[in-house]
Protein backbone atom coordinates (compact mmCIF):
# COMPACT_ATOMS: atom_id res chain seq x y z
CA UNK A 1 0.00 0.00 0.00
CA UNK A 2 0.87 3.38 -0.86
CA UNK A 3 2.90 5.52 1.73
CA UNK A 4 1.70 8.93 2.15
CA UNK A 5 1.47 12.11 4.31
CA UNK A 6 -1.13 13.90 6.82
CA UNK A 7 -0.80 15.91 9.68
CA UNK A 8 -2.11 16.64 13.32
CA UNK A 9 -2.46 20.33 14.36
CA UNK A 10 -2.53 20.81 18.08
CA UNK A 11 -4.89 23.71 18.72
CA UNK A 12 -3.17 27.16 20.52
CA UNK A 13 -5.49 26.37 23.54
CA UNK A 14 -3.86 22.54 24.13
CA UNK A 15 -0.14 24.18 23.62
CA UNK A 16 -1.18 26.96 26.27
CA UNK A 17 -2.30 23.81 28.55
CA UNK A 18 0.86 22.00 28.20
CA UNK A 19 -0.73 18.97 26.74
CA UNK A 20 1.80 18.96 24.34
CA UNK A 21 3.68 15.77 25.27
CA UNK A 22 0.06 13.55 26.20
CA UNK A 23 -1.01 14.49 22.28
CA UNK A 24 2.46 13.58 21.07
CA UNK A 25 2.32 10.14 23.60
CA UNK A 26 -0.77 8.93 21.94
CA UNK A 27 0.39 9.66 18.44
CA UNK A 28 3.28 8.13 18.11
CA UNK A 29 2.65 5.60 20.73
CA UNK A 30 -0.46 4.04 18.71
CA UNK A 31 -0.24 5.53 15.32
CA UNK A 32 2.01 2.94 13.61
CA UNK A 33 2.64 5.40 11.42
CA UNK A 34 6.69 7.66 11.31
CA UNK A 35 6.61 11.08 12.60
CA UNK A 36 9.05 13.07 10.08
CA UNK A 37 8.40 16.32 10.49
CA UNK A 38 7.19 19.20 13.28
CA UNK A 39 7.18 23.15 14.06
CA UNK A 40 5.85 25.27 16.10
CA UNK A 41 3.79 27.84 14.28
CA UNK A 42 1.61 30.89 14.44
CA UNK A 43 -1.57 31.55 12.23
CA UNK A 44 -1.67 34.71 10.77
CA UNK A 45 -5.02 36.12 9.13
CA UNK A 46 -4.63 34.74 5.75
CA UNK A 47 -3.71 31.38 6.88
CA UNK A 48 -6.40 30.89 9.34
CA UNK A 49 -8.87 32.40 6.48
CA UNK A 50 -7.80 29.79 4.36
CA UNK A 51 -7.98 26.52 6.23
CA UNK A 52 -11.20 27.22 7.56
CA UNK A 53 -12.38 27.92 4.01
CA UNK A 54 -10.83 24.13 3.16
CA UNK A 55 -12.42 22.17 5.90
CA UNK A 56 -15.83 24.01 5.02
CA UNK A 57 -15.50 22.63 1.66
CA UNK A 58 -14.34 18.94 2.34
CA UNK A 59 -18.07 17.65 4.02
CA UNK A 60 -20.37 20.44 4.68
CA UNK A 61 -21.83 19.35 7.92
CA UNK A 62 -22.27 20.37 11.07
CA UNK A 63 -19.30 18.69 12.59
CA UNK A 64 -17.12 20.24 10.03
CA UNK A 65 -18.68 23.68 9.75
CA UNK A 66 -18.25 23.50 14.23
CA UNK A 67 -14.20 23.14 13.35
CA UNK A 68 -14.48 25.44 10.43
CA UNK A 69 -16.10 28.25 13.06
CA UNK A 70 -12.94 27.46 15.55
CA UNK A 71 -10.71 27.60 13.37
CA UNK A 72 -11.72 31.28 12.41
CA UNK A 73 -12.10 32.02 16.06
CA UNK A 74 -9.47 30.90 17.92
CA UNK A 75 -6.46 29.97 15.58
CA UNK A 76 -5.48 32.99 14.28
CA UNK A 77 -4.46 36.23 16.02
CA UNK A 78 -6.56 38.22 18.90
CA UNK A 79 -5.76 41.19 20.95
CA UNK A 80 -3.46 41.77 18.64
CA UNK A 81 -1.10 38.36 18.93
CA UNK A 82 -0.39 35.65 16.99
CA UNK A 83 -1.03 32.12 18.82
CA UNK A 84 1.36 29.16 18.80
CA UNK A 85 0.00 25.67 17.07
CA UNK A 86 2.10 22.88 16.83
CA UNK A 87 2.21 21.51 12.90
CA UNK A 88 2.92 17.64 13.26
CA UNK A 89 3.70 15.38 10.10
CA UNK A 90 3.54 11.91 9.81
CA UNK A 91 4.04 9.24 6.83
CA UNK A 92 2.79 5.91 6.39
CA UNK A 93 0.06 3.59 4.89
CA UNK A 94 -3.11 5.30 5.52
CA UNK A 95 -2.28 7.97 7.55
CA UNK A 96 -5.53 9.56 7.55
CA UNK A 97 -7.48 6.65 8.83
CA UNK A 98 -5.47 6.37 11.54
CA UNK A 99 -4.67 9.88 12.55
CA UNK A 100 -8.37 10.17 12.68
CA UNK A 101 -9.06 7.31 14.82
CA UNK A 102 -6.35 8.20 17.56
CA UNK A 103 -7.58 11.83 17.28
CA UNK A 104 -11.67 11.11 17.61
CA UNK A 105 -14.71 12.32 16.41
CA UNK A 106 -16.24 15.71 17.38
CA UNK A 107 -19.46 13.59 17.92
CA UNK A 108 -20.97 12.21 19.90
CA UNK A 109 -18.36 11.08 22.54
CA UNK A 110 -18.74 14.80 24.18
CA UNK A 111 -22.96 14.92 24.72
CA UNK A 112 -22.80 13.55 27.56
CA UNK A 113 -19.94 12.68 30.08
CA UNK A 114 -20.72 9.12 31.23
CA UNK A 115 -19.92 8.36 27.17
CA UNK A 116 -16.18 9.39 27.51
CA UNK A 117 -13.96 6.91 27.67
CA UNK A 118 -10.64 8.80 27.55
CA UNK A 119 -9.42 6.29 24.66
CA UNK A 120 -9.07 9.05 22.25
CA UNK A 121 -7.09 12.49 22.14
CA UNK A 122 -10.71 14.21 22.14
CA UNK A 123 -11.90 12.33 24.94
CA UNK A 124 -8.74 13.21 26.74
CA UNK A 125 -8.29 17.03 26.14
CA UNK A 126 -11.24 18.32 24.04
CA UNK A 127 -14.46 19.19 25.25
CA UNK A 128 -17.91 20.02 23.75
CA UNK A 129 -21.26 21.33 25.83
CA UNK A 130 -24.30 21.93 23.98
CA UNK A 131 -27.18 23.54 25.63
CA UNK A 132 -29.32 21.23 27.93
CA UNK A 133 -32.34 22.08 26.65
CA UNK A 134 -31.14 21.88 22.89
CA UNK A 135 -28.29 19.56 21.94
CA UNK A 136 -27.76 20.46 18.55
CA UNK A 137 -26.59 24.17 20.39
CA UNK A 138 -23.43 23.95 21.10
CA UNK A 139 -21.80 26.61 24.05
CA UNK A 140 -18.21 25.63 24.20
CA UNK A 141 -15.97 23.53 21.84
CA UNK A 142 -12.59 23.00 22.23
CA UNK A 143 -11.37 20.10 19.90
CA UNK A 144 -7.59 20.06 21.14
CA UNK A 145 -6.48 18.56 17.76
CA UNK A 146 -7.43 18.95 13.75
CA UNK A 147 -6.72 16.37 11.26
CA UNK A 148 -8.09 15.01 7.42
CA UNK A 149 -9.61 12.29 7.29
CA UNK A 150 -9.58 11.92 3.44
CA UNK A 151 -6.23 12.05 1.69
CA UNK A 152 -6.85 14.33 -0.92
CA UNK A 153 -7.97 17.12 1.52
CA UNK A 154 -4.78 16.48 3.30
CA UNK A 155 -3.37 17.04 0.63
CA UNK A 156 -4.74 19.99 0.07
CA UNK A 157 -3.85 21.45 3.60
CA UNK A 158 -0.55 20.35 3.66
CA UNK A 159 -0.20 22.65 0.05
CA UNK A 160 -1.59 25.47 1.97
CA UNK A 161 0.94 24.83 5.18
CA UNK A 162 3.84 24.15 2.94
CA UNK A 163 2.74 27.77 1.05
CA UNK A 164 2.62 29.29 4.86
CA UNK A 165 5.76 28.15 5.87
CA UNK A 166 8.05 29.04 3.38
CA UNK A 167 10.66 31.77 4.61
CA UNK A 168 9.57 31.72 7.69
CA UNK A 169 11.76 31.10 11.21
CA UNK A 170 11.34 28.01 13.29
CA UNK A 171 11.24 30.27 16.22
CA UNK A 172 8.05 31.65 16.93
CA UNK A 173 7.86 35.44 18.77
CA UNK A 174 4.59 36.08 19.52
CA UNK A 175 4.86 36.96 23.27
CA UNK A 176 6.02 40.52 24.77
CA UNK A 177 7.40 39.79 28.06
CA UNK A 178 7.54 42.59 30.82
CA UNK A 179 11.04 42.57 31.87
CA UNK A 180 13.05 40.83 28.41
CA UNK A 181 16.16 40.86 30.96
CA UNK A 182 14.91 38.34 32.74
CA UNK A 183 14.29 35.63 30.06
CA UNK A 184 16.17 32.81 28.83
CA UNK A 185 15.93 30.23 25.72
CA UNK A 186 17.50 26.78 26.27
CA UNK A 187 18.06 24.04 23.90
CA UNK A 188 16.84 20.57 24.44
CA UNK A 189 17.57 17.41 22.95
CA UNK A 190 15.43 13.87 22.85
CA UNK A 191 18.17 11.87 21.46
CA UNK A 192 18.28 8.81 18.73
CA UNK A 193 17.04 6.72 22.03
CA UNK A 194 13.82 7.84 22.27
CA UNK A 195 13.34 6.99 18.90
CA UNK A 196 14.01 3.61 18.02
CA UNK A 197 10.99 2.36 18.23
CA UNK A 198 7.12 3.57 18.67
CA UNK A 199 6.76 4.79 22.29
CA UNK A 200 5.64 6.85 24.25
CA UNK A 201 8.61 7.81 25.75
CA UNK A 202 9.39 11.65 23.95
CA UNK A 203 5.85 12.75 24.68
CA UNK A 204 6.26 11.48 28.15
CA UNK A 205 9.94 13.73 28.77
CA UNK A 206 8.11 16.78 27.05
CA UNK A 207 5.28 16.39 29.92
CA UNK A 208 7.76 16.25 32.29
CA UNK A 209 9.60 19.54 31.20
CA UNK A 210 6.19 21.22 30.88
CA UNK A 211 6.29 21.16 35.08
CA UNK A 212 8.85 24.35 34.92
CA UNK A 213 6.20 26.25 33.34
CA UNK A 214 8.33 27.08 30.58
CA UNK A 215 7.07 27.65 26.90
CA UNK A 216 8.03 25.74 23.66
CA UNK A 217 8.85 28.41 20.83
CA UNK A 218 10.66 25.44 18.51
CA UNK A 219 10.59 22.41 17.84
CA UNK A 220 12.05 20.49 15.01
CA UNK A 221 13.34 16.37 14.18
CA UNK A 222 17.16 16.66 13.17
CA UNK A 223 19.46 14.60 11.89
CA UNK A 224 22.76 15.29 12.81
CA UNK A 225 25.68 15.09 10.00
CA UNK A 226 29.22 13.60 11.26
CA UNK A 227 30.36 17.33 11.11
CA UNK A 228 27.50 19.00 13.33
CA UNK A 229 27.83 16.21 15.79
CA UNK A 230 31.51 16.58 16.00
CA UNK A 231 31.11 20.40 16.15
CA UNK A 232 28.48 20.22 19.00
CA UNK A 233 30.26 17.76 21.03
CA UNK A 234 33.90 19.18 20.44
CA UNK A 235 34.05 20.59 24.12
CA UNK A 236 33.38 17.31 25.72
CA UNK A 237 36.33 15.71 23.99
CA UNK A 238 39.16 17.23 26.48
CA UNK A 239 36.75 16.82 29.21
CA UNK A 240 36.40 13.05 28.73
CA UNK A 241 40.47 12.79 28.38
CA UNK A 242 41.12 14.71 31.75
CA UNK A 243 38.34 12.64 33.69
CA UNK A 244 39.26 9.63 31.92
CA UNK A 245 42.67 8.94 31.11
CA UNK A 246 43.95 8.88 34.99
CA UNK A 247 40.77 7.09 36.25
CA UNK A 248 41.75 4.24 33.41
CA UNK A 249 45.60 4.74 33.61
CA UNK A 250 45.16 3.56 36.99
CA UNK A 251 42.89 0.28 36.18
CA UNK A 252 45.40 -0.42 33.54
CA UNK A 253 47.78 -0.87 35.80
CA UNK A 254 46.16 -2.52 38.73
CA UNK A 255 45.58 -5.05 35.94
CA UNK A 256 48.76 -5.89 35.13
CA UNK A 257 50.08 -6.07 38.57
CA UNK A 258 47.62 -8.04 39.39
CA UNK A 259 47.97 -10.35 36.07
CA UNK A 260 51.85 -10.76 36.00
CA UNK A 261 52.60 -9.98 40.06
CA UNK A 262 54.71 -7.42 39.40
CA UNK A 263 54.73 -3.82 41.08
CA UNK A 264 54.67 -1.15 38.33
CA UNK A 265 55.72 3.01 39.01
CA UNK A 266 53.63 5.67 38.82
CA UNK A 267 56.05 6.79 35.80
CA UNK A 268 54.41 4.23 34.52
CA UNK A 269 51.22 4.35 35.47
CA UNK A 270 51.29 8.15 33.98
CA UNK A 271 52.44 6.19 30.70
CA UNK A 272 49.70 4.24 30.53
CA UNK A 273 47.17 6.96 31.04
CA UNK A 274 48.50 9.09 28.22
CA UNK A 275 48.22 6.15 26.05
CA UNK A 276 45.90 3.42 27.18
CA UNK A 277 43.56 6.09 28.97
CA UNK A 278 43.75 8.86 26.26
CA UNK A 279 43.19 6.06 23.84
CA UNK A 280 39.70 4.93 26.03
CA UNK A 281 38.72 8.41 26.64
CA UNK A 282 38.68 8.77 22.32
CA UNK A 283 36.60 5.73 22.03
CA UNK A 284 34.31 6.90 24.65
CA UNK A 285 34.42 10.42 22.39
CA UNK A 286 33.83 8.36 18.82
CA UNK A 287 31.08 6.25 20.59
CA UNK A 288 29.16 9.73 21.56
CA UNK A 289 29.26 10.79 17.98
CA UNK A 290 28.00 7.58 16.54
CA UNK A 291 25.11 7.42 19.11
CA UNK A 292 24.09 10.69 18.19
CA UNK A 293 25.00 10.49 14.20
CA UNK A 294 25.01 7.29 13.11
CA UNK A 295 28.32 7.38 11.71
CA UNK A 296 31.30 6.36 13.27
CA UNK A 297 34.32 8.92 13.16
CA UNK A 298 36.94 7.45 10.39
CA UNK A 299 34.22 5.53 8.96
CA UNK A 300 32.70 8.70 6.48
CA UNK A 301 33.52 9.49 3.47
CA UNK A 302 35.01 13.55 3.40
CA UNK A 303 32.55 14.30 0.87
CA UNK A 304 29.94 12.92 3.52
CA UNK A 305 30.79 14.43 6.39
CA UNK A 306 28.29 16.88 6.13
CA UNK A 307 24.90 14.70 5.27
CA UNK A 308 22.11 14.89 7.49
CA UNK A 309 22.79 11.37 9.84
CA UNK A 310 20.95 7.76 9.64
CA UNK A 311 19.60 8.37 12.90
CA UNK A 312 17.08 11.13 14.68
CA UNK A 313 16.47 13.52 17.40
CA UNK A 314 13.92 15.81 18.35
CA UNK A 315 15.19 19.74 19.31
CA UNK A 316 13.38 21.70 21.41
CA UNK A 317 13.91 25.68 22.59
CA UNK A 318 12.45 26.67 25.84
CA UNK A 319 11.67 30.26 26.85
CA UNK A 320 11.22 31.72 29.92
CA UNK A 321 12.87 33.14 33.54
CA UNK A 322 15.89 31.13 34.65
CA UNK A 323 14.90 28.56 31.35
CA UNK A 324 19.00 27.18 31.32
CA UNK A 325 18.26 26.21 35.48
CA UNK A 326 15.03 25.05 35.18
CA UNK A 327 15.55 22.44 32.70
CA UNK A 328 18.37 21.08 34.13
CA UNK A 329 17.01 20.50 37.32
CA UNK A 330 14.09 18.25 35.70
CA UNK A 331 16.89 16.46 33.29
CA UNK A 332 18.86 15.52 36.00
CA UNK A 333 22.79 14.60 36.08
CA UNK A 334 24.45 13.06 33.34
CA UNK A 335 24.81 9.92 34.93
CA UNK A 336 21.75 8.61 35.48
CA UNK A 337 22.15 6.25 38.57
CA UNK A 338 22.81 9.20 40.23
CA UNK A 339 20.21 11.33 39.45
CA UNK A 340 17.53 12.20 41.53
CA UNK A 341 14.25 10.42 41.32
CA UNK A 342 11.66 12.15 39.21
CA UNK A 343 14.08 13.68 37.29
CA UNK A 344 14.37 12.26 32.86
CA UNK A 345 17.28 10.68 33.12
CA UNK A 346 16.52 8.64 36.20
CA UNK A 347 13.11 7.46 35.01
CA UNK A 348 14.66 7.34 30.78
CA UNK A 349 18.03 7.02 31.19
CA UNK A 350 20.56 3.75 30.69
CA UNK A 351 23.80 5.06 31.52
CA UNK A 352 26.22 8.25 30.98
CA UNK A 353 25.66 8.14 27.30
CA UNK A 354 22.52 7.11 26.42
CA UNK A 355 20.77 9.58 28.74
CA UNK A 356 17.64 10.04 26.92
CA UNK A 357 18.12 13.86 26.44
CA UNK A 358 20.47 16.65 26.24
CA UNK A 359 20.07 20.30 27.59
CA UNK A 360 22.18 23.28 27.48
CA UNK A 361 24.45 23.73 30.76
CA UNK A 362 24.88 27.70 30.19
CA UNK A 363 23.49 30.95 28.36
CA UNK A 364 26.61 30.83 26.27
CA UNK A 365 26.77 26.95 25.47
CA UNK A 366 23.04 27.66 24.08
CA UNK A 367 24.09 30.33 21.65
CA UNK A 368 26.95 27.85 20.69
CA UNK A 369 24.24 25.25 20.33
CA UNK A 370 21.58 26.92 18.54
CA UNK A 371 23.95 28.04 15.92
CA UNK A 372 25.57 24.30 15.15
CA UNK A 373 21.84 23.04 14.96
CA UNK A 374 20.79 26.08 12.89
CA UNK A 375 17.40 25.95 15.04
CA UNK A 376 15.83 28.52 12.74
CA UNK A 377 15.69 26.56 9.98
CA UNK A 378 13.14 23.46 9.88
CA UNK A 379 12.56 21.03 6.66
CA UNK A 380 9.42 20.48 7.33
CA UNK A 381 7.92 22.54 4.44
CA UNK A 382 10.24 21.31 1.98
CA UNK A 383 9.29 17.79 3.11
CA UNK A 384 5.74 18.17 1.89
CA UNK A 385 6.68 20.19 -0.98
CA UNK A 386 8.75 16.98 -1.87
CA UNK A 387 5.98 15.17 -1.09
CA UNK A 388 3.35 16.90 -3.03
CA UNK A 389 5.48 17.21 -6.05
CA UNK A 390 5.30 13.89 -6.20
CA UNK A 391 1.79 13.00 -6.14
CA UNK A 392 0.90 15.57 -9.06
Known amino acids: MEQTLSYVLVTPYTIAKSRTGGVLSRLISRAELELVG ?7 EALTREYADLLRKQNPT ?7 DYVEQNLGPSGGREHRSLLLLFRGEDPCGKLAAICGHLYPEHRDVDDVTGETIRDTYADLITDPGDPKKVTYFEPAVITSRSQDWADKDLALFARFLKGRENIVHNLQHLDPSKIEQTLVILKPDNWQYASSKPGTIIDMFSRTGLRIVGIKLHRFSLAQALEFYG ?16 KARELLEKEFEITLTDDIEKSLSACFGVRYAKDQFDQIIEFMSGTRTGKCPPDEISNPGSVKCMILIYEGENA ?27 NVMVNTAHASD ?24 AYLAVRK
Not at 63 to 68: F, K, R
Not at 236 to 250: D, H, S, T, Y
Open 235 to 250: PVEEALREKLAPIFGK
Open 324 to 350: VKKIRDVLGPTDPLKAPGGTVRREFGS
Open 38 to 44: CQMITAN
Open 62 to 68: SDVTLLA
Open 362 to 385: SVESVNREKGIVKVNENPLGSIIE
